[in-house]
C-alpha cells in the first residue's frame, strides 16, 4: 500500500534539473508532494488530484498519470534551498494519506 | 492561525514509562493523522480521525498505543508501558477532505 519513490537518493550541482517518481499498486484519488528539510516538519508543496487539478508550488511541477498510478515532480534550474527529503503521499479516496520512504535530493554550489 | 501545535517539542523518558504526546489541530479542519517517522521506516501513518472519530488505526503498531480525539481541537496519543524502539519523531498533522496536509513541528521522543 506504501507508495515506492525513486530514486532513493540524488545529487545535483545548482541549476541542474531532477525527476523524482512515485508509483502506487492500488487507484489513486490524488498524490502530494511534501519536502523536508532537517529536523524540521514536512510542508506542502503539491496536490494533484484526480481529473487533473493542480495546486501548489509555482517553481515546481508535476504530473500525474492515473491509468499508470503514477506521479512525477520536476525541479528544473534547482536552488540550493531545494535540498533536502522529498516525500509523495498517495491518497486512494479515503482521504488517508500514505507517504514513500522520501527521496534525499542534495544540491551542489 | 497557529498551525498545527504539538507538545512537548522533545521528551525522554525511561523505558516502562508512560508518555503522553499532544495535537492541536488547525482550527476547522476535519480531519487529523498521527505518523511516526524513522530513518528505517520513514513516516509511518499510525491512525486517522474524521471528526473526532478514528476511522483508520490499523498502523498503531500495538496496544501499547492508543489515541484519542475528544473534541475538534484536541488530540492525544499515549504509549504505555513505552519501549527504546519507540524512540521516534512523531508528527500530528491536520487537513480538510481532500486538500493538503499541514503538519505539526513534531515530537521527538526518546525512550532510554
Known amino acids: 500500500q506504501q507508495p515506492v519513490q525513486s530514486p532513493q537518493a540524488v545529487i545535483l550541482r545548482e541549476g541542474e534539473d531532477a525527476v523524482i517518481n512515485c508509483s502506487s499498486s492500488?487507484?489513486?484519488?490524488?498524490v502530494h508532494w511534501y519536502r523536508q528539510k532537517h529536523g524540521e516538519a514536512p510542508v506542502f508543496l503539491m496536490i494533484?488530484?484526480?481529473?487533473?487539478e493542480q495546486k501548489g508550488h509555482d517553481k515546481i511541477s508535476a504530473s500525474f498519470n492515473e491509468k499508470k498510478q503514477q506521479s512525477s515532480l520536476y525541479l528544473t534550474a534547482s536552488q540550493l534551498s531545494y535540498s533536502g527529503t522529498y516525500f509523495c503521499?498517495?491518497?486512494?479516496?479515503?482521504?488517508?494519506?500514505?507517504f514513500g520512504k522520501g527521496t534525499r535530493l542534495h544540491i551542489l554550489p | 492561525d497557529a498551525g498545527v501545535i504539538q507538545s512537548p517539542r522533545h521528551e525522554v523518558t525511561e523505558m516502562g514509562q508512560e508518555v503522553t504526546l499532544r495535537c492541536k489541530p488547525i482550527?476547522?479542519?476535519?480531519?487529523l493523522f498521527w505518523y511516526r517517522q524513522t530513518m528505517m521506516r520513514g513516516l509511518e501513518l499510525l491512525i486517522y480521525?474524521?471528526?473526532?472519530?478514528?476511522?483508520?488505526d490499523s498502523g498503531m503498531p500495538e496496544d501499547r498505543f492508543s489515541a484519542k480525539m475528544p473534541n475538534a481541537s484536541f488530540s492525544t496519543l499515549k504509549i504505555q508501558p513505552s519501549e527504546p524502539r519507540d524512540s521516534a519523531v512523531y508528527f500530528c498533522?491536520?487537513?480538510?477532505?481532500?486538500?493538503?496536509?499541514?503538519f505539526g513541528q513534531g515530537t521527538r521522543l526518546t525512550v532510554v
Open positions: 498533522a491536520s487537513k480538510l477532505e481532500y486538500t493538503e496536509a499541514f
Open positions: 492500488k487507484a489513486l484519488y490524488s
Open positions: 494533484l488530484l484526480k481529473g487533473g
Open positions: 503521499g498517495t491518497e486512494n479516496g479515503d482521504d488517508k494519506i500514505i
Open positions: 482550527s476547522g479542519h476535519n480531519s
Open positions: 480521525f474524521n471528526n473526532n472519530v478514528p476511522i483508520d
